[in-house]
């Protein structure tokens, strides 16, 4: 079983729609949530950061976890063409060790 | 202000052939990564640089080397190219000694490796 899980997709919605996309973790020691939005022929770029349980809003991306459940989620509303990208979850605990999830491919056609 | 600057961007090798894929930095940072990305596979970390003059394996180090050169550079060199290591390989950097606190990575744009 891989640390972190997620569907690679492909997503494909229309603009204007709401996205929910999601990793699953093995680990409850994990403290430390991120997503990096890559674009193709990119490298990855920090989107959002969250620390334990809870939501955190910036614009149009929130970004939610649930450590009961070990579930993370990053939804985008109002989603544009220029969201069109591969989304990473990314998660660390109290050691040496940044785990990836293997991403999931976004297209929001107009 | 160029961020992780990686070279070359496009490589094709025979197998049995080595390289150096070059990676600088100029945000001063202190930790500097190499990663590649396969289908599926997610980002796999290779080596890491805590800092200047110290390095460690990461997940799959096997058929690499590394060379902290400076605090600004980091390489990654292939020593007998393997069709396996065919991958996007990926160089980052973070201000913060290691992964310490979930540091968020700055990377550059890759280096598409093709061994034949």
């Known amino acids: 079983q891989k640390e972190v899980e997620q569907d690679p997709g492909p997503l494909s919605v229309p603009e204007g729609a709401i996205v929910s996309l999601n990793c699953t973790y093995s680990?409850?020691?994990?403290?430390?949530f991120m997503w990096y939005r890559q674009y193709s022929r990119k490298g990855p770029e920090l989107l959002m950061y969250?620390?334990?349980?809870g939501n955190k809003e910036d614009g149009r991306f929130t970004a939610q976890v649930d450590k009961s459940s070990k579930y993370i989620s990053l939804f985008i509303r109002d989603s544009q063409p220029s969201d069109s990208a591969t989304y990473l979850c990314?998660?660390?605990?109290?050691?040496?060790?940044?785990?990836f999830g293997a991403g999931t491919r976004l297209a929001v056609h107009p | 202000n160029a961020g992780v600057t990686q070279t070359p961007k496009f490589q094709v090798l025979k197998t049995g052939q080595s390289m150096t894929l070059q990676c600088a930095q100029d945000?001063?940072?202190?930790?500097m990564y190499w990663y590649r990305q396969d289908p599926g596979m997610g980002l796999r970390l290779i080596y890491y640089?805590?800092?200047?003059?110290?390095?460690d394996k990461g997940e799959v180090p096997n058929g690499y080397n590394v060379s902290r050169l400076n605090k600004r550079e980091f390489s990654l060199r292939l020593e007998s190219a393997a069709p396996s290591q065919t991958s996007v390989y990926f160089c980052?950097?973070?201000?913060?000694?290691?992964?310490?606190?979930?540091?968020?990575?700055?990377f550059g744009n890759g280096t598409r490796l093709t061994v034949t």
């Open positions: 945000m001063n940072h202190n930790s």
């Open positions: 680990n409850s020691a994990f403290q430390y």
């Open positions: 969250t620390y334990s349980s």
């Open positions: 640089s805590a800092s200047e003059g110290t390095t």
């Open positions: 990314a998660i660390s605990g109290g050691y040496n060790k940044l785990i």
């Open positions: 980052a950097s973070s201000e913060v000694r290691g992964f310490a606190a979930g540091s968020p990575l700055h």
